[in-house]
Every structure is written in C-alpha cells, then in structure tokens.
C-alpha cells in the first residue's frame, strides 16, 4: 500500500509539470509531446493518466485558462474581440466567439459592453449603490491550510490550483466536502501585476505536511466579514471595490492585518461561469 501511495504522488508529481507549462503561456498550442515529456509520460498513455489525476483533459485545463484570462481583459478594458482572441491563443476572432459564447453564454463584444454577467446594474443613486450585496460577519475557526504561492497576475491563479490540487488528490487529500480557499496580499489596482502575491490553497487536517513547493499556512481564528459573489471570477474586482470603497466605510468595523481571502464554494470545471459562487472575506479586528 505503500508503494502504490508513493507511485500515485509521483504521478501527481509529475502531472504538476505538465500544468505548470500550460500555465506558463496559455495562448500557446502545446503540442501532446512536449506535455507528455514534462511529465515524463508515454504520449500513448499521458491524457489517460492526467484526466485521471486532474478530473479533466489538457485540452479542456487550456480552454478553461484561455477562457477565464481573455474575460479578464474584456472587463478590464476596451480591446478589440480581435485582439483580445489574439491574445488569448485563438487562431480567429470567430473561433473565440463560438468558444467563448458556449462557456459565457454571451459573445464576448456584449460581455465587455456589459462589464461583464455577474455584477449588478449599476445603480442610480448612493443609497441604493449600499444595497449592492448583502455582507454578513461571522468568525471563522483556525484554519490550516496547504498552499502553492502565486507571483503574478491574480486571474492567473487557477492553474495553480490545478497544481494545487494534483499534489493534493495524488495524496487522498480531496473529499467532497474540502475548502478551497486563497489569500490576496496586494491590491492589483496599486502594485505591479508581475509584483502581485497570492496563495493558492486549501484546508487539510493537521497532520498534513507541505512538500514539492506546497507550504502549510496556519490561519488564526479570525472574524469575517464575508460577500457572496455569483459569476466569472474575472468580475471580483468589482465586488472588491465596493466592499472597500462602500461597506468597509459605513460599516463601523476595522479591517485585520491579514490578507484578503476567497473561497470558492462549487466546481468551475463542472459549471458555466455564469454560476460560479465565490466567497470574498475581508478579515476583520475583534469587535461586537
């Protein structure tokens, strides 16, 4: 039993460096042998072998990442469908329609003008600009967490969590019910996108230990106060700046000296964007 512990950790081991080159440069087409060489596979047997690790196909962790970061750049700014396609690894705009169209249930031109599908209309007076989301404060026990850390570009912390979680199922640590959790140190509005540090991670019992780059963060029980978001993950910007620029304010409380977190609360492999839940918790210092 041992040994075929060990075995599936290689595995997960070196399925890692297959993501982390899909990561590297999503608009890139990597071809079967150049990730089957990264994770020192036979080209016959390595889709098998990682739609086993990872729960999908290199084809479908490369869509998903194209998808997600060209989102990013349509609700951030004004970029032609053309170049943002470009951009995203697509060989036409065309292509890019259709592909993004089925994930996002609109074309991308309409995703942009709209600012995107998961946040609310803007509304039309400060009064009802407070009643954007509903936050509630709880407190949330200690938590300890195994983490891969993240320098760059926040939208780019999904494959990460791709890493992530086929170090963690090589080891039976994924059960039904686990947390998925990351922690956002900077704000990308003010720090350099190449300077931006996240941490990719997930609650595991404390007899875990880190390894192969995954470190063991142990989080104080902390006081939250905690905003659902529904939609594309490219979208939390917005929810973040009225949580800081609105609620923080007229809310009375203080923040922690802790990062940001998010939990992802579903599967964003087995859903459309549309109905992605995020949790955005900003810690909060002991208070009423």
Not at 170 to 189: E, V
Not at 198 to 222: F, K, N, Y
């Amino acid at each position: 039993m041992a040994t075929k512990n060990l075995t599936r950790q290689d595995y997960g081991r070196r399925i890692a460096r297959a993501i982390a080159l899909i990561a590297a440069d999503p608009a890139r087409n990597t071809g079967l042998e150049e990730l089957a060489a990264a994770a020192a596979f036979s080209p016959f047997h390595f889709h098998r072998i990682y739609r086993e690790i990872t729960g999908e196909t290199p084809a479908e962790t490369l869509a998903r990442e194209r998808l997600s970061r060209a989102a990013g750049l349509l609700v951030r700014g004004a970029l032609p469908v053309a170049a943002v396609a470009k951009a995203s690894g697509y060989g036409s705009a065309a292509a890019f329609t259709r592909a993004f169209r089925a994930a996002y249930g609109i074309p991308p031109a309409a995703y942009r003008d709209a600012g995107g599908i998961g946040l609310p209309h803007p509304p039309t007076s400060r009064q009802q600009d407070s009643a954007m989301f509903e936050v509630t404060i709880r407190q949330e026990p200690a938590l300890r967490l195994a983490a891969l850390p993240h320098r760059g570009a926040y939208g780019a912390i999904g494959t990460v969590y791709d890493r992530l979680t086929a170090w963690a199922g090589a080891r039976g640590l994924i059960t039904p019910g686990t947390r998925f959790i990351a922690l956002y140190h900077d704000d990308p509005q003010s720090v350099p996108e190449a300077q931006l540090r996240s941490d990719a991670g997930m609650v595991v019992p404390e007899t875990v230990v880190g390894s192969e780059g995954v470190q063991i963060l142990d989080l104080p029980a902390t006081r939250l106060a905690v905003l659902v978001f529904k939609g594309p993950y490219a979208e939390l910007e917005g929810a973040y700046r009225w949580l800081y620029r609105d609620w923080l304010p007229a809310s009375e409380q203080e923040p922690a000296d802790q990062p940001a977190r998010e939990e992802y609360l579903n599967d964003p492999r087995s859903l459309p964007p549309a109905e992605w839940l995020t949790a955005v918790m900003l810690p909060l210092r002991p208070g009423a």
